[in-house]
């Protein structure tokens, strides 16, 4: 979830169905057309996460449930297309589901114990899963089990990426001995060859959100810890370990073509929510708005993901407990279409 009072607040609500649903549960698309994929986490301990799609024909809001006959399971964290295989994790089930991307049937349901499953990677034939009990996990797709555990020495792992030969990991936060939130401020380097943790890397206050932005360069989101140190985005340059702090901090934020788009939510004294967007220049980093005329349509904004091919920008609008909204903007930040999509929908795959 997007911060720990999101994270750990319990919900009742569970999942309704959406709209524009066809009638069969099958494809949509038999011949290997373009399919979008929605990760809707759901509510926490409503075990009703779901996967929707949508391609040229509509959307189905329940696409993996009416194709398996069951739900996804209880909070649905992250998922990735990788392969030929949609990874999913969830957090509370304590599962990985891998799924067939065109029929949308489970493969396997792997069993992670008491891990706790956060964010998924894809690299060299290897899933790696980070989990909350201080341990980086790797999958072997070949046989979809377990095959190693990279032990971490700090604090809760929360999103990662690969450059060059190396694995980076947020260490984020955990409660203390008497259940207060306390925070690192660095990233684990994990040495992707050998699989073991080889140092870290000082960065700000709660990291939470990591990608490579280029060869050498990496975004990392951190949050900070909700009173004293503000939330913060930096890019790295490995290099020589060089940091640039952004102008604006991002609350989630994907990257194509070089560049960063990313929102920033803020809140009122009513905890009333208020979205930004910008694109960030690759090149110089500077900040330039967009999309300023949705400002209040997107106020609940909960994940923001640019599809690689078209470049278009896919924000989902998420207010609390109740079905998100889907946006599609073009390139130019003219809307293409909306959809009503799933509970809490967290992540867009292409």
């Known amino acids: 979830m997007k911060s720990n009072i999101i994270l750990f607040a319990a919900c009742a609500l569970m999942l309704v169905a959406g709209c524009e649903k066809p009638s069969d549960p099958t494809p949509l ?40 006959g069951r739900g996804l399971g209880d909070v ?32 396997k349901q792997i069993d992670m114990g008491q891990r706790g499953p956060r964010y998924l990677l894809g690299h060299e034939g290897k899933i790696y899963v980070s989990c909350y009990d201080k341990t980086l996990v790797r999958i072997d797709t070949a046989t979809l089990s377990i095959e190693a555990t990279c032990p971490l020495s700090g604090m809760q792992p929360e999103e ?9 990991v947020c260490n984020s936060w955990q409660y203390d001995d008497n259940g207060n939130s306390i925070y690192d401020n660095s990233l684990y380097i994990i040495d992707a060859t050998t699989f073991t943790e080889i140092g870290k890397l000082d960065v700000g206050v709660n990291p939470s959100k990591i990608k490579a932005l280029d060869s050498h360069r990496l975004v990392v989101a951190c949050a900070g810890n909700y009173s004293s140190a ?50 960030i220049d690759g090149q110089t980093l500077a900040a330039h708005p967009i999309l300023q005329s949705h400002g209040s349509t997107l106020n609940n904004a909960y994940s923001i993901n640019v599809d690689p091919n078209t470049h278009n920008l896919y924000i989902t609008n998420s207010p609390y407990g109740a079905n998100a909204d889907l946006y599609i903007f073009d390139p130019s930040g003219s809307e293409l279409g909306r959809h009503e999509v799933g509970v809490y929908a967290s992540k867009i795959v292409f």
């Open 76 to 107: 649905a964290q992250d998922m990735i297309h990788y392969g030929n295989r949609l990874y999913v994790s969830v957090y509370m089930s304590n599962t990985i589901e891998v799924v067939d991307p065109l029929t949308g049937k489970s493969i």
């Open 160 to 168: 990662l990426c690969v450059l060059g030969e190396n694995i980076y």
């Open 29 to 68: 698309i038999e011949n290997g057309g373009a399919m979008t994929y929605i990760l809707n986490e759901g509510t926490w301990g409503g075990n009703n996460a779901e996967i929707s799609v949508l391609d040229s024909n509509g959307i189905v809001t329940d696409w993996f449930s009416r194709n398996n």
């Open 230 to 279: 503000p939330a913060q985005t930096i890019v790295i340059d490995v290099a020589d370990n060089s940091q640039t702090e952004l102008s604006v901090a991002a609350t989630e934020f994907d990257i194509d073509g070089g560049d960063i788009y990313l929102y920033n939510t803020s809140y009122d004294e009513n905890w009333s929510p208020t979205a930004n967007f910008y694109r």
